[in-house]
């Protein structure tokens, strides 16, 4: 008798453990902000590697772009995604190798459907033969729909 008291008072605090959440096996579903670094760091892999490929899958069908160099560029446009990811191409293009490409000292603020990342862009890589490095600004938008976020704004500043 005293044997089933313990076997019954041990799957009482077994089940009062799990439905308290308690049961250490699962997983808990990543944050707004876990997404969203994870969206940048596929973005920038794919920038460094000069590798596109898979980028559709987080930008929103029209994507407003801003580019600003004083010296070679200014964009300032809304693009579908297929033309947003052939002007990103392009830039690619100019870039013999890139040795390095960075989106780092991110500050998030992040809504229930709309996210703004500011953060630093850096590139070194060879343009001519000749190591160029360059550091920039860059503000990214995101806007989520259906439990996905997306890019909806890339702004670029150099």
């Not at 892999?45 to 004083?70: Q, Y």
């Not at 446009?77 to 990811?85: L, M, V």
């Not at 630093?120 to 001519?128: A, D, L, S």
Request: with cysteine; charged share 20%.
């Amino acid at each position: 008798m005293k044997r089933k008291s313990v076997v019954w008072l041990v799957s009482v605090l077994m089940l009062s453990a799990f439905l308290a959440g308690c049961g250490g096996g699962g997983k808990s579903a990543p944050t707004g902000q876990q997404e969203i670094n994870s969206i940048i760091d596929r973005f920038q892999n794919g920038i460094k590697n000069k590798d596109l490929t898979g980028v559709d899958s987080f930008l929103a069908s029209t994507v407003h772009f801003v580019l600003e160099d004083d010296e070679w560029w200014y964009i300032n446009d809304d693009f579908s995604r297929t033309e947003f990811k052939a002007i990103l191409v392009s830039i690619l293009a100019g870039w013999d190798t890139i040795l390095d490409y960075k989106i780092k000292d991110r500050q998030m603020i992040i809504g229930e459907t709309e996210a703004t990342v500011r953060a630093v862009e850096y590139t070194r890589g060879i343009i001519g033969g000749v190591t160029n490095d360059s550091t920039g600004t860059v503000t990214v938008v995101f806007r989520k729909a259906n439990e996905s976020w997306f890019i909806t704004s890339l702004s670029l500043y150099y």
